[in-house]
């Protein structure tokens, strides 16, 4: 028998959180992302014993960021009302926003459609987010980012699953690219959570073809070229796993990206999570969940969202129990995200 659903939930917001946690502190800190040394000997400090002062205990805590203040607004929407409603997200996110006294991070134009949402008392929840860089809507990766509730809230009903993550991104991201950014990244912890991570290992070009197939369903071909952009970025993943030895970084982010675009992060992460699932020069670990965000944060670029994006994958597939007991210690909020993982599995098994 396989990884249980409940721990596949909980390792899925866990993976996201610690990715958020662990990522930020790289965020757009080196062109080139962080020296294999630095990151390696980061995940040791995690991995190893507590650190011990002399008087008392003390584990430094991460902070996590806009990515987790937004995912915790969703999953808690989702438990308190077990539907959908985009007006109590839309608060959610206006209330966190103006009253966490964190610096959280928040994408650079998002705070406009807070701004708008608070004067307007998010009468209209989906309306400032439509207005966003002259109307064409946010292409950033806001929406993926924080997603990862949708695919457990709606587990088990494919059809609403889409409908749900295009709406909750439709509060804050209109703009085709960022909604499908959004969507595929729900797919791909989907796909997670229904696989068995014991006995064979994943089939790594299936998952891509998996994703391929379901994308096509929902991408528009591009007006101008004809082309759907997230169909040539998993076409593009594909490639890259097949390359004998695995691909360079630089290939990676030259290509996949490590910015805020959801075009050139989401695909990023599930590549990421696809990568791990071998060895990866340089990364000093057996083990796959470590492997996926250290992977991902050592791209450089958006580390936090890409790395929480992967860690979402790679705990929905893997379960709670592959992720280090031992990170716990270190990111605010395990026990809480932990708990709306519990609420969301009680709702997707009534
Ligand atoms: O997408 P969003 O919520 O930002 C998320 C990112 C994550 O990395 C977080 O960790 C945090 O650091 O921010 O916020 P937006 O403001 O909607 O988008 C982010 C940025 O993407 C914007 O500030 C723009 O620079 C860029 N961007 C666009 N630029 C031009 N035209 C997004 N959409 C457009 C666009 O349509
Ligand atoms: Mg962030
Ligand atoms: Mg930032
Ligand atoms: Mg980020």
């Not at 206006?94 to 009253?99: A, G, L």
């Amino acid at each position: 028998s396989g990884v249980s659903l409940i721990s596949k939930f909980r390792g899925c917001l866990a993976g996201a959180l610690f990715g958020d946690c662990f990522g930020a502190p790289f965020e757009f800190e080196d062109e080139n992302g962080p020296s294999p040394v630095v990151l390696n000997k980061f995940f040791a400090k995690l991995e190893g014993p507590p650190f011990k002062s002399k008087c008392h205990f003390y584990a430094p805590k991460y902070a996590y960021t806009d990515d987790t203040a937004m995912t915790k607004c969703i999953a808690q929407s989702f438990v308190d009302r077990a539907s959908l409603d985009e007006r109590d997200i839309a608060k959610r996110f206006v209330t966190d926003f103006y009253t966490d006294t964190t610096e959280r991070g928040y994408g650079g134009h998002v705070t406009e459609v807070f701004r708008k949402l608070r004067d307007q008392q998010c009468a209209d929840p989906m309306k400032p987010a439509s207005e966003q860089f002259n109307g064409t809507g946010s292409y950033g990766n806001g929406g993926a980012m924080r997603v990862s509730p949708v695919p457990l809230f709606c587990f088990g009903d494919y059809n609403r699953m889409i409908h749900v993550a295009k709406r909750v991104t439709q509060i804050t991201h209109t703009h085709p690219l960022g909604i499908n950014g959004a969507i595929l990244q729900c797919l791909a912890i989907h796909q997670g959570l229904t696989l068995d991570p014991r006995g064979e290992p994943l089939d790594v070009q299936k998952f891509a073809d998996e994703l391929i197939t379901k994308m096509e369903a929902i991408e528009e071909p591009d007006q101008i070229d004809g082309r759907r952009p997230y169909n040539t970025q998993l076409q593009l993943i594909k490639k890259l796993l097949a390359k004998e030895g695995g691909a360079s970084a630089h290939q990676v982010q030259e290509s996949l990206g490590t910015s805020v675009d959801a075009l050139f992060s989401v695909p990023t992460a599930i590549y990421s999570f696809l990568r791990a699932q071998k060895p990866i020069p340089d990364i000093e670990t057996d083990n796959k969940f470590r492997r996926t965000i250290h992977y991902a944060i050592s791209l450089g670029g958006d580390t936090d969202t890409i790395a929480s994006m992967a860690g979402a994958i790679a705990g929905a597939y893997f379960g709670e129990e592959e992720i280090n007991d031992s990170y716990k210690m270190y990111c605010e909020y395990v026990e809480e995200i932990l708990e709306l993982a519990n609420g969301l599995h009680k709702i997707a098994k009534e």
